[in-house]
């Protein structure tokens, strides 16, 4: 990545983002999920360093070329060994949770779904024995590149993924891939394809919709030669022979723009989901208790916008 799309702390605010981190951990009731909890995480994001906060509101405002920003040497390194169960997610106030959960804040609203991974707002993204070759983050295969959650009407406007510990290899590498590049290798005509209702993106089996309920969407919109993207490699499927030619191409011309970062413990990659793709690398777990871990939250900015799916004072979306 182009040194604009890298952020990385000095020792003294490294110290100071771990000062906050040490305060949340110490809040009652110490439980990520639970409002009081959050409540608080959102006023110490504002105690984080000035320079980072300020690069923050300028990645919100425009998120470059990149469509991702890589903030380096944050506190909140793994403690314990590395969970390996399906489903896992980080429901008590260690430091990375704390961590995240304050960068994340200084972007938006966090906000989770009822049916992934049990809700929870700091999810594990860590390799569970039997689900190697799973397109999924259980998985340590090559994942596809795909916007997260391409299916659902209220995607996460941002991804956070802080490595709190890395692989045994250092190869395992989070790969981005940004449309507003992307784009300008696009013939007109597939432009045009892409931009009309002639897709379908799958949901997986834990959110319950069969697939031909599935609604038809566009991969492409907004401004033409600036665009939104929804698409999911593994799962988009084109309604026609022109809408399959298309997604060929538009894969072909975001693998030419994929960059790839091999994450270490304190970096957070942020990555704005409306224009910016991502996927991994393969890698080789051991279950050892020392393989890959990142901590994962999904961020919205206009958090009314998500009010019909969710409490009035909550964060998990039906």
């Known amino acids: 990545m182009d040194e604009n799309a890298v952020f990385t702390l000095t020792a003294e605010e490294r110290a100071q983002a771990r000062a906050g981190a040490d305060r949340l951990t110490g809040t009652p009731p ?8 959050v409540d608080e995480c959102r006023i110490a994001s504002t105690t984080l360093p000035q320079r980072l906060r300020a690069r923050l509101a300028e990645f919100r405002r425009d998120p470059g070329p990149n469509g991702a920003l890589l903030v380096r040497n944050l506190p909140g390194a793994a403690e314990r060994p590395t969970p390996n169960e399906a489903g896992s997610v980080e429901r008590d106030a260690t430091p990375g949770a704390a961590v995240i959960g304050m960068v994340s804040m200084q972007l938006g609203e966090v906000i989770a779904y009822r049916n992934e991974k049990s809700g929870a707002l700091v999810q594990n993204v860590v390799p569970v024995p039997g ?3 799973q397109q999924s983050n259980a998985g340590s295969t090559r ?4 916007v997260e959650n391409a299916f ?4 996460p406007d941002y991804v956070g993924l802080l490595c709190v510990r890395a692989d045994h290899e250092r190869v395992a590498g989070l790969q981005v891939g940004c449309i507003r590049r992307a784009v300008h290798e696009l013939p ?4 045009a394809v892409l931009a009309e209702p002639r897709f379908t ?3 997986p089996p834990s959110f319950g919709r069969p697939d031909d309920a599935a609604p038809a969407h566009a991969v492409l919109t907004g401004e033409p030669t600036d665009p939104d993207v929804q698409v999911d490699f593994h799962a988009t499927h084109g309604h026609d022979a022109d809408a399959k030619n298309a997604l060929e191409v538009l894969r072909d011309a975001v693998e030419t723009v994929v960059e790839t970062l091999v994450l270490l413990p ?3 990659a942020l990555v704005d989901n409306r224009v910016t793709l991502h996927g991994r690398t393969l890698f080789t777990p051991r279950y050892d ?3 890959r871990w990142l901590y994962r939250t999904f961020v919205h900015l206009d958090h009314r916008r998500s009010r019909p799916l969710r409490d009035l004072h909550g964060h998990v979306l039906a």
């Open 266 to 268: 304190g970096d957070l």
């Open 143 to 146: 994942l596809e590149m795909h």
């Open 30 to 37: 110490r439980k990520v999920d639970e409002p009081a909890w």
């Open 152 to 155: 659902h009407p209220r995607r």
């Open 131 to 133: 689900r190697e070759t």
């Open 289 to 291: 208790g020392n393989d």
């Open 188 to 191: 007109e005509d597939v432009r």
């Open 201 to 203: 993106t799958q949901a």
